[in-house]
Nanobody, 126 residues
């Protein structure tokens, strides 16, 4: 079964940092645009960071721009999300997703994907 598995979530104080990782199992991410999405209680899932197949193009939601950085290693078959200067409003379940044949802009806006991970909880609280 093709899988995406997220790791790295947890509890962090405001202003702190976390690094999430998304690993693909039984398929290669090389040909997929990959995005990180999050869903807070009572809110819709939103695309926050997406990266092209080569890693040269990225797209960020305004809410995370300048604080979060998405990167990928096709050699390791992983996509990471470095999150700095975390705020309580960043608290959510974070998902990674992969989609073939799209753009970074469409990936983050459409919220559609071929493969989804199971999610990892990020809680920002003092």
């Amino acid at each position: 079964q093709l899988q995406l598995v997220e790791s790295g979530g947890g509890l962090v104080q405001p202003g702190g940092s976390l690094r999430l990782s998304c690993a693909a199992s039984r398929f290669t991410l090389d040909y997929y645009v990959v995005g990180w999405f999050r869903q807070a209680p009572g809110k819709e899932r939103e695309g926050i960071a997406c990266i092209s197949t080569s890693g040269e193009s990225t797209n960020y939601a305004d809410s995370v721009k300048g604080r979060f950085t998405i990167s990928r290693s096709n050699a390791k078959n992983t996509v990471d999300l470095q999150m700095n200067s975390l705020k309580p409003e960043d608290t959510a379940v974070y998902y990674c997703a992969a989609k073939f044949g799209t753009t970074v802009q469409d990936m983050c806006i459409s919220r559609g994907a071929d493969h989804w991970g199971q999610g990892t909880q990020v809680t920002v609280s003092s």
